[in-house]
């Protein structure tokens, strides 16, 4: 079947209010056209995220009443640990409230000023994370990552040339580690290739430095390469998933995304010496090491999504449904980056909005049109999320991809929601031109997207 039906049956509903479109206009005034800022029970379909919005199944639930709430030795965690042990291989399991704080805990133990940490490319609390160590976060994907029309299988690559430059230039000991993203959600969800990571692996066994994965869909990445990469088809996703893992020296994973939880990460690692040292910071920040920042029954959870996202219908039916609204849309002439990628579904606002110069921001402008008129909630990405600026004129540098990212919640929306989604959104195609641009009117120092007001402005 070209796109999978869904492999579930729905036990639970939840109602979704209708708003009507003066309400919503309304609240996106109040909101200063930031859509962090609007109530979510005023979203028709919500598609801000997959991360922590995931359906859990009647097996997770009924783990949570299983949850084991002792302070220390909790059982769950013991479950937990194996789980993480038999999927990624690592040894040390170190079990944290979401990513970030896997990253922080791991940045701000291995990370010193003035190091350099190359990923194909960061996300935001990534880069953040780096940064915040006064080290600098490198983006070494290949160039054809940035072009939104390019198909290629695995678009998410390193740029293996990029980070053998870089690590001459740069000296191997200025660099503790280097991260690959699975999939790499800045770059379009994009999947990254086991060639790929064997031959990362190869050149940085080659200097002594370690590779990390940032996990979070990690399930979405194998699938993929079961889908593309010769030589996999007939292996299970969790062998892909094994022998991936194989190839690095650790993970930080936001389990929020293929954990199929609504809150709670790891890391997990093969150094002792290290995994102390982050022990040591896990105590101080987040607590014992069994719970580390969780309930006993977020643990079960956790242990139990991270099996059942491996079930191969059910990766079907997740990536087959990203991809409807990508087809949809794509056949009806809406610009998105291509190919679909595993989450979500990416608007190439600057082809959608081409009446508008990137100075009024096309892809907030585009989400603001979405949620006004159909009460759909993307995001923006890329100029607001990332806000990179020029160190001299302290000005906005708009990048070369201005995006609305269509995320979609695992297991949450059925496909009827999705075509409603792709109608809306072919329909705001046909009247792009009466979108109108936006200006900034307040951003915070860091991570501005989530506090950013802007204002419309007037037709010319
Ligand atoms: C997302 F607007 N992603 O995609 P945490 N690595 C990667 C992620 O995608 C990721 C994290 C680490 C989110 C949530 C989000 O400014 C934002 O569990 C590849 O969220 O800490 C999270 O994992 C961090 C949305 C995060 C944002 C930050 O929607």
Redesign the pocket.
């Given at each position: 079947m070209k796109f999978p039906s869904e492999p579930f049956k729905i036990k639970v509903v939840e109602p979704i209010k209708h708003t009507t479109r003066e309400e919503r206009e309304r609240l996106l005034c109040e909101s200063g056209y930031n859509l962090f800022h609007v109530p979510a029970d005023s979203v028709y379909v919500d598609l801000l995220?997959?991360?922590g919005t995931s359906a859990m199944s009647d097996n997770q639930w009924a783990g949570m009443m299983l949850g084991d709430e002792s302070y220390a030795g909790s059982k769950n965690f013991f479950h937990f640990e194996q789980v993480v042990r038999s999927i990624f291989g690592y040894r040390c399991v170190i079990p944290t409230h979401?990513?970030?704080?896997a990253?922080n805990l791991l940045f701000s133990t291995v990370v010193k000023p003035g190091m350099v940490v190359p990923n194909n490319i960061h996300?935001?609390?990534?880069r953040a994370n780096v940064e915040h160590q006064r080290a600098e976060a490198l983006d070494l994907v290949i160039k054809e990552a940035y072009d939104p029309q390019c198909e290629l299988p695995f678009k998410g690559n390193m740029d293996l040339a990029k980070l053998e430059a870089a690590i001459n230039r740069v000296g191997r000991e200025r660099i503790p580690l280097v991260l690959i993203?699975i999939t790499n959600?800045s770059g379009g969800g994009q999947p990254v290739s086991m060639d790929n990571i064997r031959q990362t692996r190869a050149l940085l066994t080659r200097y002594r430095i370690p590779l990390f994965f940032?996990a979070?869909r990690f399930a979405e990445n194998c699938y993929f390469i079961k889908e593309r990469e010769p030589g996999y088809a007939e292996t299970s996703v969790r062998d892909i998933a094994r022998e991936l893992f194989n190839y690095g020296d650790g993970c930080t994973m936001?389990a929020?995304?293929d954990g199929l939880v609504n809150i709670g990460?790891f890391l997990g690692l093969n150094n002792e010496q290290w995994a102390q040292d982050l022990t040591n910071m896990l105590i101080l920040v987040e607590g014992f090491p069994t719970y580390g920042g969780l309930a006993g029954r977020d643990l079960e959870a956790m242990a139990r999504g991270l099996e059942e996202v491996l079930h191969e219908d059910y990766l079907s039916f997740r990536i087959g449904q990203v991809r409807y609204l990508g087809e949809l849309l794509d056949a009806a002439g809406v610009p998105i980056v291509k190919p679909v990628g595993g989450h979500a579904v990416y608007l190439n606002a600057k082809a959608f909005l081409s009446h508008l110069p990137p100075a009024e921001f096309p892809a907030q402008a585009l989400a603001v049109a979405l949620y006004r008129d159909y009460g759909i909630r993307g995001?923006e990405m890329v100029t607001v999320?990332f806000g990179k600026k020029d160190p001299a004129s302290g000005r906005t540098i708009h990048p070369e991809l201005e995006l609305v990212r269509l995320?979609i919640p695992r297991r949450v929306y059925t496909n009827m929601q999705i075509t409603y989604v792709a109608e809306s959104i072919i329909e705001l195609y046909r009247q792009r031109e009466t979108i109108r641009g936006l200006r900034m009117t307040y951003e915070a120092p860091v991570?501005r997207?989530?506090t950013a007001r802007f204002e419309e402005l007037r037709k010319s």
């Open positions: 995220t997959d991360s979401q990513g970030r704080m990253e996300f935001d609390t990534t993203t959600n940032d979070c936001s929020k995304k990460g995001v999320m995320a991570l997207h989530f």
